[in-house]
């Protein structure tokens, strides 16, 4: 309404000076010379405009503060919308084929800004991902084929196919000053639920902009603070800052009106000593150049009580079905097979089956640090190609600290009997444990035979009496350091004026393990990948804010647990040793998506 009635009132003076500049103009008798009468005339109308400039910068300074009330007292929103249809497959190391040639999606973000001064800011994201349609019941638990257990974890809420309710992706406030206590130093603090995905480089598949973590190492959602400190004017160094980052990825606290104590209340959001503890991160992210061309990223940080699954709790028990079960236990491995060949030799103990009540544990801390290189355009002024033209290159570390406080069963127990017929075992039972077992091998002839059901007992005896084994972190008590580099390009398409095109490749070790859950690929973290992963996408603007990209990301595994935590589940095996030990894990992977973007 203000801004409507102050050009009004700017149309007005402009149209009455103009009209009585005319007047004065047209009273001029034939006979007055051209100085007499034009400099009564030009007297006046500067007398006008100068009125007129003193009401049009009383109009600017009102207009100002309709502006100003405008950004202030709103929250500006966009919209970022995208359809996408992704072909996966998955090859096992058996070669058993996963598939899924029609997987269509939606992925919504509502993103919000407010700036109630020019020193304060608050953003927020709301967000959901969902597949199309409703989500089946899964008929043997009773509960959502998606949407329940560990694809809700916080870390990954938002990048999970789960349902079309709108969830909290980001939501925090940032304040920023140009001195730091009267320094040449510029610093911004945060607190909230920072933006932590999507970060430096990986940004670029999609065409972001990058977010404030270094994509090779951390790609998680997180609630916490960040204080950032420009050193440029400082150092006379271009670009240079220092950003110091704090987490907590879990926090241990009882709920409201909990009886977790019984009738003996033990306070509501206390701790609680029965499950796992807060897990923290702090890091810090340092630029030591960055002059628009040339940018270089640094990174370290350490993951306190980083959570992790145990192999097997609890004692061995026999099953009626002839496999032996891990009783009373939270660990992954929920019941163990004895292996025999057609000769009656025993080959082993596998993996039979999940226990339904594994849990997670603290596994004790994780460190991690990468130092990333974006170069944006290729030389200087050589031609329009490289000038558009990006290449990076990255290198990450990652090392396990294990606290080593959970025992577990050692299964390996059962490793001194391979290769021995059945009254050979019962031989050397009889001398570890004092027992009277048979030895004939006429009694072990059927399998179902007394001898051969207390020898299954007896096995099952000696399991349980080994020494219980340090559970660790990725299968391993000892520290574990993992490395990852990272290559690509990213240049104009050829084939059309404002396309873009982006290869990729990756490549992890034995040990390699970031904090990367939530990268936006169905098949999971190619950063996370302990193998190789190669990648191409291709980019193209169709519209003002839409655009349609397709991608393509190929997965060869040398190791399995990349896409685990940071227990038992991370523990590197080849595809070889984990199919000795009854597993089939997936050994390459792929995923092809076509998808459409809106924002606006």
Aim: hydrophobic share 40%; glycine share 10%; proline share 4%.
């Amino acid at each position: 309404m203000k801004k409507t009635i102050a050009m009004s009132i700017a149309a007005a003076l402009v149209t009455t000076a103009i009209a009585n500049a005319d007047e004065v103009t047209a009273s001029q008798t034939p006979e007055t010379t051209a100085a007499e009468a034009t400099a009564p005339v030009n007297a006046e109308l500067v007398k006008k405009v100068e009125k007129l400039e003193k009401s049009l910068k009383r109009l600017k300074k009102e207009l100002t503060k309709v502006k100003t009330h405008d950004a202030t007292d709103n929250i500006k929103w966009n919209v970022d919308f995208r359809t996408a249809l992704d072909v996966i497959n998955y090859k096992a190391a058996s070669g058993k084929e996963y598939k899924n040639d029609s997987l269509l999606s939606n992925r919504l973000w509502l993103n919000m800004a407010f700036a109630p001064s020019a020193n304060m800011i608050f953003k927020g994201q709301l967000a959901f991902n969902k597949a199309y349609g409703a989500t089946p019941v899964n008929p043997s638990t009773g509960y959502p084929q998606r949407g329940f257990g560990y694809d809700t974890f916080d870390w990954v809420l938002n990048e999970n196919l789960l349902d079309d309710t709108l969830r909290v992706k980001e939501a925090y406030w940032l304040y920023m000053s140009d001195s730091l206590f009267g320094t040449k130093v510029n610093w911004t603090a945060s607190f909230g639920r920072r933006p932590s995905t999507d970060g430096f480089l990986i940004s670029l598949r999609e065409g972001d902009k990058p977010k404030s973590p270094l994509g090779h190492a951390i790609n998680v959602e997180f609630d916490g603070a960040s204080f950032k400190f420009g050193l440029e004017k400082v150092t006379d160094i271009s670009g240079m800052s220092l950003k110091f980052c704090f987490g907590r990825g879990l926090t241990n606290a009882r709920s409201r009106f909990n009886f977790d104590g019984g009738l003996a209340s033990k306070g509501d959001y206390s701790k609680d000593r029965t499950t796992l503890k807060n897990v923290d991160l702090a890091g810090f992210i340092f630029v030591p150049y960055d002059d628009g061309q040339y940018k270089i990223m640094t990174t370290a940080y350490r993951g306190f009580n980083v959570p992790g699954f145990t192999m097997a709790n609890g004692t061995v028990v026999g099953n009626d079905d002839g496999t032996m079960g891990i009783d009373g236990g939270d660990g992954m491995v929920g019941a163990i097979k004895p292996v025999f060949d057609q000769t009656g030799t025993f080959l082993g103990a596998q993996a039979a089956g999940l226990n339904p009540r594994v849990t997670m544990h603290n596994m004790g801390d994780m460190d991690g640090a990468a130092i990333s290189f974006l170069m944006d355009g290729i030389g200087d002024g050589i031609n329009d190609f490289l000038d558009n033209t990006k290449f990076f290159a990255s290198v990450a570390w990652s090392v396990s600290h294990p606290d080593n406080k959970i025992e577990g069963l050692d299964l390996s127990a059962f490793n001194g009997f391979i290769g021995k017929k059945p009254w050979e075992i019962a031989g050397d039972i009889n001398q570890m444990m004092s027992t009277n077992l048979s030895t004939n091998p006429q009694d072990y002839a059927d399998p179902q035979s007394p001898a051969s059901q207390q020898l299954a007992g007896a096995m099952i005896q000696a399991a349980n009496g080994a020494p219980k084994v340090k559970e660790g972190m990725l299968g391993s008590n000892d520290d574990k350091t993992g490395v990852s580099y990272w290559v690509g390009v990213n240049m104009p398409a050829v084939v059309t004026d404002d396309g873009t095109f982006g290869l990729e490749y990756n490549h992890g070790t034995k040990y390699w393990r970031p904090f990367t859950y939530a990268e936006d690929t169905m098949i999971g973290s190619k950063m996370a990948v302990r193998g190789d992963a190669y990648e191409a996408y291709y980019i193209q603007p169709l519209m003002k804010g839409f655009s349609a990209e397709v991608r393509y990301t190929y997965f060869d595994y040398k190791y399995t647990g990349s896409q685990g935590f940071f227990g038992a589940g991370g523990t590197p095996m080849t595809m070889d040793e984990a199919r000795a030990m009854g597993m089939d894990p997936i050994d390459k992977a792929d995923d092809l998506r076509i998808s459409l973007r809106y924002q606006f």
